[in-house]
T-cell receptor, first 110, second 116 residues
Framework: GQQVMQIPQYQHVQEGEDFTTYCNSS?????IQWYKQRPGGHPVFLIQ?????EVKKQKRLTFQFGEAKKNSSLHITATQTTDVGTYFC??????????FGAGTRLFVKA | KAGVTQTPRYLIKTRGQQVTLSCSPI?????VSWYQQTPGQGLQFLFE???????NKGNFPGRFSGRQFSNSRSEMNVSTLELGDSALYLC???????????????FGEGSWLTVV
């Protein structure tokens, strides 16, 4: 079945360092979404990418969707302690089913 | 606009019992999905309902079931509870009428289930 693989599973960074998480799908996606879950909280929508090669920015966060629409990445520049949490990608193939990656848990040391 | 509401927020059950969790989606949203999340784990998809019909189903045993009412509110039921069912159960709603363009999924705060 369709899978969305996300790496790394965990990432420890020093505050101020950059962070990147990657998602790879076994099939072509119609769109991909990114969510953030703070410790003890619930996932919250960050952004959606739809177009091949699309790049979107939200302040220190940069999201990319691959040319083949099978992979995506989230890059955080100069991490802050408020960035702590788990980042999930979620792919949709157009069949009303959203497949979540396993998530990357980010730890930021002050 | 009220968000996704889940009840109860916390509950403790004994092995062998059953439990029913409730979810009220965002007004106007007709798609409701359920996910199981165990500590440190990802989101395991349970099922999705749209207009009272189960549209997608994950790989969970038949002990896990759900339904959706005409007002889009949804319930999920777990029968014959096992210790491994202890988890955070998240409900999510979406307008999700078009799988191609995608629709934002809004999560509730979840129901924490502990099975002892």
């Amino acid at each position: 079945g369709q899978q969305v693989m996300q790496i790394p599973q965990y990432q420890h960074v020093q505050e101020g360092e950059d962070f990147t998480t990657y998602c790879n799908s076994s099939t072509t996606l119609s769109n991909i979404q990114w969510y953030k879950q703070r410790p003890g909280g619930h996932p919250v929508f960050l952004i959606q990418l739809v177009k091949s090669g699309e790049v979107k920015k939200q302040k220190r966060l940069t999201f990319q969707f691959g040319e083949a629409k099978k992979n995506s990445s989230l890059h955080i520049t100069a991490t802050q302690t408020t960035d702590v949490g788990t980042y999930f990608c979620a792919g949709n193939t157009g069949g009303f089913k959203t497949i979540f990656g396993a998530g990357t848990r980010l730890f930021v040391k002050a | 606009k009220a968000g996704v509401t889940q009840t109860p927020r916390y509950l403790i059950k004994t092995r062998g019992q059953q439990v029913t969790l409730s979810c009220s989606p965002i007004s106007g949203h007709r798609s409701v999905s359920w996910y199981q999340q165990t500590p440190g784990q990802g989101l395991q998809f349970l099922f999705e309902y749209f207009s009272e019909t189960q549209r997608n189903k994950g790989n969970f045993p038949g002990r896990f079931s759900g339904r959706q009412f005409s007002n889009s509110r949804s319930e999920m039921n777990v029968s014959t509870l096992e210790l491994g069912d202890s988890a955070l159960y998240l409900c999510a709603s979406s307008s999700h009428t078009d799988g191609l363009s995608g629709n934002t999924i809004y999560f509730g705060e979840g129901s924490w289930l502990t099975v002892v």
